[in-house]
C-alpha cells in the first residue's frame, strides 16, 4: 500500500500526510525534508545550492540525523532546497532511499505515505493512491505566513510572496522531474477546506480507491475516530 502525495509548497500536503499515516497504518517520508538537508548541508559546507558539483555532494553524503526539524523548515532552508532540487545529480542521489521507504516502509507500517513534487510521477509511478493537493496562491502565502510567524521567524510577507513565486516557477519549470499531477491523481482543492475536511475527502478518496482496486483497507482505517 502505497500513497503518493504530491503539490505544491504550502498547499497542506505535510498535515494530509500525516493524518493520511495515522488512519491508514502507513510510515511517512516528507521527500522534501531531503532536498532541504541538501540545501542546508551545502550551505553549512560553505557551498552554493545552486552550484551542481557542491550540490550533489551534499546529496550523496547527506546524514539526515545531524538535522533537527526547525533545521529544515526556514525559508532559507526551503529556498536552497528549490535550488538543489532542480539538478539531475542531486535528484539521482535521492531517489534509491525514496523508492526503499516506499518498498520497505520501517517500523513495521502496512505501507507507506510520500509527499513532495514527483512521488506520483517519478518515484512511485505505480503507486495504487496518488493524491495531488492545491490550494490558490495567496491561501497558500498566507498558510506559509502563519507556520513561520508560529515558529517566531521574523519574517516579511512582500518577501514570502516573492520567494514562493520564484520556488513555484523553479519547481514546475525545471525540466527534471517538475512539478506536474500524475495523470491518474485525484486532485484536491484545499483553498477552501479545513485541515479536517482536507482529510475527510483524501481518507474517502483512498478508501474507494482501495476498493475499485480490489485492495484490503488497512484496519486502523475501519476504526470510528
Ligand atoms: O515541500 P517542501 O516545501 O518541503 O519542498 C522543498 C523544496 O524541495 C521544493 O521547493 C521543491 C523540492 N522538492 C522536490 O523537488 N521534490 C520533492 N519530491 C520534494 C520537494
Known amino acids: ?46 557551498g552554493d545550492p545552486a552550484k551542481e558539483s557542491d550540490a550533489v555532494k551534499s546529496a550523496q553524503t547527506l546524514d539526515m540525523s545531524v538535522f533537527s526539524p526547525s533545521d529544515l523548515r ?25 523508492r526503499n521507504f516506499a518498498k520497505n516502509p520501517p517500523g513495521g507500517a502496512a505501507g507507506a505515505i ?20 492545491i490550494a490558490n496562491f495567496d491561501t497558500r502565502v498566507a498558510r506559509r505566513v502563519n507556520e513561520l510567524r508560529e515558529k517566531g521567524e521574523n519574517i516579511i510577507e512582500a518577501r514570502i510572496r516573492a520567494d514562493m513565486e520564484a520556488r513555484d516557477a523553479r519547481d514546475s519549470d525545471r525540466s527534471v522531474a517538475p512539478l506536474k499531477p500524475a495523470a491518474d491523481a485525484f486532485k484536491l482543492d484545499t ?28 484496519p486502523r482505517a475501519a476504526k470510528p475516530e
Open 1 to 46: 500500500m502505497i500513497i503518493a502525495l504530491d503539490g505544491p509548497a504550502a498547499a497542506g500536503k505535510g498535515t494530509l500526510a500525516r493524518r493520511l499515516a495515522e488512519a491508514f497504518n502507513l510510515a511517512y517520508l516528507d521527500t522534501g525534508s531531503l532536498y532541504r538537508a541538501t540545501g542546508v548541508a551545502t550551505l553549512r559546507a560553505g
Open 74 to 98: 526556514t525559508e532559507q532552508a526551503g529556498v536552497a532546497a528549490s535550488q538543489v532540487a532542480a539538478i539531475p545529480g542531486v535528484r539521482a542521489a535521492l531517489l534509491d532511499f525514496q
Open 114 to 133: 510520500l509527499d513532495g513534487r514527483d512521488v506520483g510521477t517519478v518515484i512511485c509511478p505505480d503507486a495504487p493512491v496518488k493524491i495531488f493537493v
Open 191 to 218: 483553498s477552501n477546506l479545513t485541515a479536517d475536511e482536507a482529510f475527510a475527502q483524501a481518507k474517502a478518496h483512498v478508501i474507494s480507491k482501495l476498493k475499485t482496486l480490489n485492495e484490503s483497507v488497512p
